[in-house]
């Protein structure tokens, strides 16, 4: 068959018609998609699929390290699940919450890549996520042994996805080492206040960003209860890489968005320069020294460097139920880490406490401590509980340990959020003739023991403050009535996610019977206290290790003085030489 000339020409030009147009379509399709991506973002291709062997190698890995949190199938279903909160990953869905990568999208990984910025699960199992149960595998595996765990995760258990399906899977990728930061000036910080407002950070977050604005009404993509983040609490980030103060893991979150969270992504609806701005602003309210710079943070902990002595000012005449006062203000204070009580039933593995701030002062006659600690929910008991005050062992009132099953009613994951609402409470104890404590002998940090009996002052938010002798954590507490109305409540308030307690207490009573504080002496101390809304009562609690109290020493007046006295004679001392030199030269003698 034959065609003719002009026939052919038209056919060819159809053809270079059809070519052109589709050329001009791909062309649209790319330029799309260059626009569609976030301003900061831009594609790239996905990253190989890991070799065989390396899958196997961190298949043994998984089954040796990671198995008894997050399950056989990668489920977040291990044995130790429903002890943990926050939960473990669930690796099956592909829901990845720390990336670089747009809001929905899977995160950075490549086998071959171990570059800050460009390989999320890699920097995720490296430095661990602050704040929950995931710890830093850097020392423990080696970079090879953390790509291949990596590897066996992303090709076996992530079973609803695949990272390197090009059909159904993009990478748009924030480009966080290009984009110009914006320094963290009071203009920007202003900016980023008022677009926190703007944007309604506030309605989860809160009015000053402790995360107590919708406390307990949240829940992750597989039905979990989970809490806005503590912008006071960096180090608590989950995406911090152990650098908590650094700007650009903020940003990166907004940017970005949680997966499997309530918290979106901001990069289509802010400019580069508003995220800055917000970025800038709430990393301004996480907590610093008196001098405005970063808290130390101890790498083994990831949480501020403790100091385990508590120091007591001296003050002369009244101390001042006002923190804002100068003498409050000018005292330094310390950060005293709480723990979940799990030494004994019930245990507490869901602890929404985990630190509180400490001051003291004192005068002659008594000692007063302010504490101030984070707590999303003000939790006032409806009604007065069953129990007696004195009493420790709460099984039978319903204050119980949580069934360890996953999934079973009553477990620690289907509780969070329906818990019993008891009163919020704070307690500090002191040994009892802690002079004659032959060292290092202290007595059980949990309420003493028989031997070495403990003094107990507890406070709960329906103003009640009662004085316990504490002689084991199994025994009822002996209540004291007398020692009760020397106490005092100087202040106690809960505002915007923050208790602020003044306890008042004589420093001197009966020797025999109650702490005898010394200025100049260590005085072992523990701390406790209990979230109401957590279910918390009895010994279901937070609780601290052992630290110590010190009355500094008043200085003598002859201190300051001796200094004056000493300076007034060197000056005339001085004066007279100088005076002796001039009149030699005058010829005069003395």
């Not at 996805?161 to 993009?170: A, G, I, N, Y």
């Amino acid at each position: 068959m034959t065609m003719q000339k002009g026939t052919r020409s038209k056919a060819l030009l159809g053809l270079a018609t059809a070519g052109f147009v589709l050329l001009s379509g791909s062309a649209v399709v790319t330029a799309h998609a260059e626009q569609a991506a976030p301003e900061g973002f831009k594609s790239q291709t996905l990253a190989p699929e890991p070799p065989a062997d390396m899958i196997e190698a961190g298949k043994r890995v998984y089954f040796t390290k990671c198995v008894w949190c997050h399950g056989v199938d990668g489920a977040g279903d291990g044995p130790g699940a429903d002890r943990l909160w926050p939960r473990p990953r669930n690796f099956n869905q592909g829901t990845f919450k720390i990336r670089h990568t747009a809001s929905g999208e899977l995160p950075l990984f490549n086998y071959k890549e171990q570059t800050p910025g460009k390989n999320d699960l890699f920097e995720t199992v490296t430095h661990g996520l602050p704040g929950s149960a995931m710890p830093p595998w850097e020392g423990i595996l080696t970079e090879e042994q953390r790509l291949q765990v990596l590897s066996f995760v992303t090709t076996q258990l992530v079973k609803d996805r695949k990272f390197t399906d090009k059909d159904t899977e993009t990478q748009t990728v924030l480009q966080l080492a290009e984009i110009k930061q914006v320094p963290a000036t009071k203009e920007s910080i202003e900016k980023g206040a008022q677009l926190v407002v703007d944007k309604k950070c506030i309605e989860c977050h809160g009015v000053t960003g402790r995360g107590d604005g919708n406390a307990f009404n949240l829940k992750d993509d597989w039905g979990f209860s989970i809490q806005p983040a503590n912008w006071h609490k960096c180090w608590n980030f989950r995406g911090s890489r152990q650098d908590p103060y650094n700007v650009k893991n903020i940003f990166r979150t907004f940017s970005t968005g949680i997966n499997g969270t309530p918290m979106p992504s901001f990069a289509d609806s802010t400019t580069l320069e508003e995220r800055w701005d917000i970025a800038n602003f709430v990393n301004s309210l996480c907590e610093r020294d008196k001098d405005g710079n970063p808290l130390e943070i101890d790498p083994l902990t990831d949480k501020p460097k403790i100091n385990f002595v508590v120091r007591s000012g001296p003050v002369e005449g009244d101390i001042s139920d006002d923190p804002d006062n100068e003498m409050w203000t000018n005292r330094e204070r310390r950060i005293v880490a709480l723990g979940g009580q799990i030494t004994h039933k019930p245990r507490n593995f869901v602890t929404r406490i985990d630190d509180v701030w400490v001051k003291s002062l004192y005068n002659n006659d008594n000692i007063v401590f302010l504490f101030q600690w984070d707590d999303r929910t003000k939790s006032v008991a409806e009604e007065k509980p069953e129990w007696d005050p004195t009493e420790v062992n709460l099984d039978t009132y319903g204050v119980k340990e949580q069934a360890p099953k996953t999934g079973e009613p009553g477990s620690i994951a289907a509780a969070q959020n329906n818990y019993r609402a008891f009163n919020d409470a704070f307690a500090f104890q002191f040994p009892i003739k802690w002079q004659e404590l032959p060292p290092p002998a202290k007595p059980r940090y949990l309420w003493g023991d028989n031997k070495y009996p403990v003094d107990i002052v507890k406070w709960e938010a329906d103003g009640t403050v009662r004085s316990f002798k504490g002689t084991g954590w199994d025994q009822d507490f002996e209540e004291r009535d007398d020692f009760e109305e020397k106490l005092k409540v100087l202040k106690s308030e809960w505002k915007n996610g923050r208790w602020t307690l003044m306890v008042q207490r004589p420093r001197k009573d009966d020797y025999e019977e109650y702490a005898y504080f010394e200025a100049g002496k260590y005085i072992p101390t523990v701390f406790f206290a209990w979230d109401g809304h957590n279910g918390d009562a009895g010994r279901k609690m937070s609780v601290s290790a052992f630290y110590y109290t010190i009355l500094e020493p008043p200085i003598p007046k002859e201190t300051y003085i001796y200094p004056v006295l000493i300076g007034l004679g060197v000056v005339v001392l001085e004066g007279w030489v100088l005076a002796r030199r001039a009149n030699r030269r005058k010829g005069k003698t003395f």
